[in-house]
């Protein structure tokens, strides 16, 4: 039997199947996918269960001129292997290869970057301005999550989308609500006879004829008002229509030909559209359909029986998860809050033993920060816990509703520094940048897992904000360290005082940094390590002790250098001195890519070979 994903030549080929054929192309990218992803790791269910919605929008939308945007984009695999890029997967996610979110340098089909979540309407609204404006002819089509609506920028889209009336296509993908056959059933058939172009011609023509004669104006209003408390007891998309966007759905999300069907006549409506598409994340495999959350995001496993390599090490986010349940049983007023992450947070034992203190807000990093100036203004003592690169969509609120109020807020900064595979969107090198510039606010890290439970303890005893940052994964299994009990606010600690290169490194990096220190004194050279566990406010005493002595000081992290610990140890060194040497070593002004954490260090200079060689040309 021929394959017709191996014969497949590009998206021009969609047109040409019948539906018997889009479906079996649907089975051969299912297991295409489940072959690769087991490999490579990747975001796999999520890609499963929008097959055949790819495919649908293939068939019925010319994507040589129509334009799609993807938000978030981990669930863009399908689109990428529809538009050339099947071959390519094999390198998947790694340094060099494709990415695994849409990326416009990537290929013309990629219209927007994507990676954080609820930002597809207001691109497609944008790039649908931008026809309008240029007077072109092309349909403009934002797919968008059930879990992203929870982000407020979506409604920001809507609201401004209903308004403006500008003609463009959102498909939610909706892989959490489950429909009932009876309102999927009328709803099916509202739509059919709503979309029908007979009838809307019809109803348009007895509503202008109605509308010249005073009677008539007043028959057809009340005819609006009927109509209107109809659709509030049939149609589930209410909320959408009373923005000004007409909803059509649910529809099976797995059936190609009638998301096609919706799809080409949404095309000849106008003004805006919602196309409701009910899909099953993990679609098609088994074990992703049972565990979705598991095979979300995923490394290699075994798609024979779904196991993943599983590994006992302790992580920062479990060691967190740990401490905030010992808090949170000595305190009654710490509570967890948490922007749709307590499984990466390492929050799921804290949700189960203190459900009525555990806080999921969904995607909306936004609202979680003021929530928690809120509760903290009450006297509760909140811990927010978020992904480096989610706390950056919230610096407004930082800002303006913690900080300037000085309140008693913890940030628990996950994924603090490079992440590794997801790239650019998701690497966690700005945070010291945009933290250390802000007034009032505290700046930690922890140098081994060790010192993380500690470094909680003592910020949920300050009376102003404390954010606390530490990265992905686990301690070197090269070093042992124990993490220092107790903490003096702006006071760093000395671990080796050897000779006059001091190496002052923060967080993850003073592990390199004595790893370092290991290699340049076998080559004969002293050094002092230093752990500068406040990034803010830094040790003024220490580092005036180093330059009064001619220390060579080299600062080291796994930020950008531009706001980072370097600039602030230089920032301040310069009103003690001139001549003092000092070298930063950290990101340059650019986004890092994907690939591997040690790929990344290493390409950056921030592996133990790298630091080892810029101090010797430093000496």
């Not at 059919?192 to 004669?213: G, H, M, W």
């Not at 203004?377 to 303006?400: K, M, N």
Request: glycine share 10%; net charge neutral; aromatic share 8%.
């Amino acid at each position: 039997m021929t394959n017709i994903l191996d014969n497949y030549k590009g998206i021009d080929d969609i047109k040409k199947m019948n539906f018997e054929e889009l479906e079996k192309l649907a089975v051969e990218i299912r297991s295409f996918l489940i072959h690769t992803v087991s490999k490579t790791g990747g975001h796999l269910a999520s890609n499963l269960g929008v097959v055949e919605l790819t495919i649908s929008l293939y068939k019925a939308f010319d994507f040589n001129q129509d334009m799609l945007v993807w938000d978030v984009g981990h669930q863009a695999y399908v689109h990428k292997i529809l538009t050339g890029r099947k071959n390519e997967f094999d390198a998947l996610r790694k340094y060099g290869g494709i990415s695994g979110f849409p990326k416009r340098d990537e290929s013309k089909y990629d219209v927007f970057n994507s990676g954080h979540s609820s930002t597809s309407i207001s691109a497609g609204l944008g790039v649908a301005r931008a026809r309008d404006l240029s007077e072109k002819k092309y349909e403009v089509i934002s797919v968008i999550g059930d879990g992203a609506l929870t982000g407020g920028m979506a409604y920001e889209a809507l609201n401004d989308l209903g308004y403006s009336k500008t003609k463009m296509i959102i498909i939610l993908n909706d892989n959490q609500m489950s429909i009932s056959k009876n309102v999927g059933g009328m709803s099916k058939y509202l739509n059919k006879i709503r979309l029908d172009p007979i009838y809307n011609k019809f109803k348009e023509e007895v509503k202008d004829k109605l509308n010249k004669t005073n009677f008539g104006a007043g028959f057809a209003t009340s005819l609006q008002k009927l109509k209107d408390g109809v659709k509030q007891l049939f149609v589930p998309g209410m909320l959408f229509e009373d923005m000004g966007i007409k909803y059509l759905g649910p529809i099976d999300g797995h059936n190609i030909k009638e998301l096609t069907e919706i799809m080409e006549l949404a095309k000849k409506m106008k003004g805006p559209i919602i196309i409701h598409a009910i899909t099953r994340k993990g679609k098609g495999y088994e074990f992703a359909e049972k565990d979705p959350n598991k095979f979300h995001g995923i490394g290699p496993f075994n798609s024979e029986n779904g196991e993943i390599c599983q590994t006992k090490e302790t992580t920062y986010s479990k060691i967190f998860g740990n401490q905030m349940i010992a808090q949170a049983r000595k305190n009654k007023n710490v509570v967890a809050i948490t922007a749709a992450m307590p499984d990466g947070t390492g929050l799921c034992g804290f949700a189960k033993e203190f459900p009525k203190r555990f806080f999921d807000v969904g995607i909306a990093e936004q609202h979680a920060v003021t929530l928690a100036a809120g509760m903290a203004t009450q006297g509760i003592r909140p811990v927010f816990a978020v992904y480096s690169t989610f706390l950056q969509r919230a610096y407004d609120q930082l800002l303006h509703d913690v900080c300037l109020q000085n309140l008693p807020v913890v940030f628990a900064i996950d994924r603090a520094g490079i992440v590794g595979e997801d790239g650019e969107t998701h690497q966690g090198i700005f945070d010291l940048s945009y933290l250390t510039h802000i007034p009032n606010i505290t700046v930690m890290s922890p140098k081994c897992l060790d010192e993380l439970s500690y470094m909680l303890n003592w910020a949920l005893k300050q009376n102003g904000p404390v954010a606390i940052r530490y990265p992905r994964g686990t301690d070197n299994p090269n070093l042992q360290m124990s993490g220092l009990k107790e903490f003096t606010k702006g006071k760093w600690e000395v671990i080796s005082e050897e000779g006059s290169i001091a190496i002052i490194a923060t967080g993850k990096m003073v592990q390199t940094a004595m790893l370092v220190r290991e290699k340049l004194l076998k080559a004969g050279i002293k050094t002092t390590v230093i752990n500068a566990e406040f990034i803010k406010p830094i040790d003024k005493a220490l580092i005036k002790k180093l330059v009064i002595n001619n220390y060579k000081i080299v600062t080291v992290e796994d930020n950008l250098l531009h706001g980072g610990l370097g600039s602030c140890i230089l920032e301040y060194v310069n009103t003690l001195s001139e001549d003092a040497k000092i070298l930063s070593l950290g990101y340059n002004d650019k986004f890092v890519t994907h690939g591997s954490v040690d790929t990344l260090y290493k390409l950056h200079g921030l592996d133990v070979d790298g630091i080892y060689y810029s101090i010797l040309k430093l000496i």
